[in-house]
């Protein structure tokens, strides 16, 4: 329970019904710069993700992003609006954080990281990739649901081949 103190009102705050959760890592021969790239050059995300049939960048600015990207699997469309931003990490890795903006989730967020392996001279690094997802309505986690557990599981191995194109 939640007290709003300037209305006097009680709200019950609750998780949506249907989350996920996803975290994976990865240690690449790429450097983070060149992760960090991939992961911001979201005009091209339809090029090499099979489930992406469009993502544009709606704003852009210092901090970050705002981005559309829309998916298209097993005959259903759906697209979803995120603020992505950008921040350094105190390792010399970058970073980019996700906040859902609208579409169909009742929540998405969260962050890939790029972290460089030893003292971040080698052409290499570690990333990660954490995300919590969910949906408030029954019928749309059993329709969205499975599609997005796939994409969102499939997410840093579409990247890491993506880097095996780009940079050989």
Not at 6 to 14: E, I, M
Not at 48 to 54: A, G, H, R
């Amino acid at each position: 329970m939640r007290h709003d103190r300037a209305a006097g009102v009680l709200h019950a705050v609750q998780p949506a019904p249907f989350m996920k959760k996803v975290n994976k890592s990865v240690l690449i021969w790429y450097s983070p710069q060149e992760m960090f790239a991939l992961v911001t050059d979201v005009a091209h995300y339809a090029d090499f993700l099979p489930w992406c049939d469009q993502a544009r960048v709606l704003e852009q600015d210092e901090q970050g992003m705002t981005a559309e990207v829309g998916i298209a699997f097993g005959g259903m469309r759906k697209s979803f609006v995120t603020r992505n931003t950008h921040s350094a990490l105190d390792d010399g890795g970058r970073q980019v954080s996700i906040r859902l903006i609208k579409g169909p989730f009742s929540r998405l967020e969260g962050n890939w990281m790029f972290r460089p392996v030893g003292d971040g001279s080698q052409r290499a690094c570690r990333v990660e990739l954490q995300l919590d997802y969910g949906f408030d309505n029954m019928a749309l986690a059993a329709v969205v649901g499975p599609v997005f557990d796939r994409i969102a599981g499939s997410m840093v191995d579409a990247f890491v081949k993506r880097a095996e194109q780009v940079y050989g």
